[in-house]
């Protein structure tokens, strides 16, 4: 089944990465030489999505400018014979449809995701939460899409999580399907440890369907006082299945300093340019 549309929730304040977020978008810190949001969106082209809907906030316009066309820039690099960067510059700007929604309140990711429902109509959707970043042979998102067109539900990307970290986390209850499929039963939000149904922890993909919206609309505020995506999920599932996808590959978590470090250093170490003098300055660290 051709999934359309994702939506990539851009409008959190970035508060784990202070001060470097202070004054621009967490979305925006580069990985290696990308801005981390352009990771997201090249997985999203990747797994077949055509139109990609940001839902941004105040202070966000960096990113917003970032997909724009960039005359003057072309001009420079036209005027300067730099065909390869001209190329490049070009190749961002045409990668994706692209439009922007802007959050007024930051009430949480369920209350975001509502945002998006004029522009995603009445059919099944994608979500990424852009501080995951995916290295996987191929995209998380496609392989949930695949799921989703297998069983006719939505899906959720999980990871296997320590104890202690559940708290961090949307945790299901699974029940096994077939390899790194489950059944989700239930699932609650960044439950203490005592308290949670597994050590499965929802990462920042969803394959949702258009009645999710109808249960945003009645969920309470929950776990920080947000509307959560996982409560929403919790309500539709009296009425629809839900399935979970235990994600191939690694993870990063780069709305951290730590996460994000990690990432650019494994991203770094995949490029040619850069590998070797990496490499050699890693040993003699
Ligand atoms: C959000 C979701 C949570 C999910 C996590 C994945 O939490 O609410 O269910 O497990 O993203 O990164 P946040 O990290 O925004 O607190």
């Not at 439009?99 to 369920?110: A, F």
């Not at 597994?198 to 509307?227: C, D, H, Q, W």
Request: glycine residues 8%; contains cysteine.
């Amino acid at each position: 089944m051709k999934i359309r549309k994702a939506v990539i929730i851009a409008a959190g304040y970035g508060t784990r990465f202070l001060p470097a977020t202070r004054s621009q978008p967490k979305e925006m810190l580069p990985l290696v030489d990308r801005p981390i949001i352009q990771y997201n969106v090249e997985e999203a082209i990747n797994s077949g999505i055509e139109q990609v809907i940001f839902v941004t906030a105040r202070g966000k316009h960096t990113m917003e400018d970032y997909f724009d066309d960039c005359f003057e820039l072309e001009q420079v690099l036209e005027r300067k014979g730099d065909e390869e960067r001209l190329q490049q510059m070009r190749e961002v700007s045409r990668m994706a449809d692209v439009c922007y929604i802007r959050q007024k309140k930051q009430l949480g990711i369920g209350h975001a995701i509502l945002t998006a429902k004029d522009i995603i109509g009445n059919e099944p959707f994608a979500v990424m939460l852009p501080d995951d970043i995916i290295d996987s042979k191929v995209p998380t998102l496609k392989s949930m899409i695949d799921i989703y067109s297998k069983y006719g539900a939505g899906v959720v990307a999980v990871e296997r999580v320590s104890k202690e970290d559940t708290r961090k986390y949307g945790v299901i209850e699974p029940k096994d399907v077939s390899q790194g499929v489950y059944e989700v039963l239930s699932l609650v939000e960044k439950p203490e440890p005592e308290k949670a149904p597994s050590r499965l922890g929802i990462v920042g993909r969803y394959m949702l369907t258009p009645e999710i919206f109808e249960a945003i609309k009645i969920t309470p505020p929950g776990a920080g006082n947000e509307i959560q995506i996982t409560d929403a999920m919790q309500i539709l599932l009296k009425t629809q299945k839900l399935y979970a996808y235990e994600l191939e590959g690694l993870r990063y978590d780069t709305g951290s300093p730590l996460g994000w470090l990690k990432a650019n250093i494994a991203f770094a170490l995949k490029r040619d340019d850069i590998r070797l003098g990496l490499q050699d300055y890693l040993d003699r660290l």
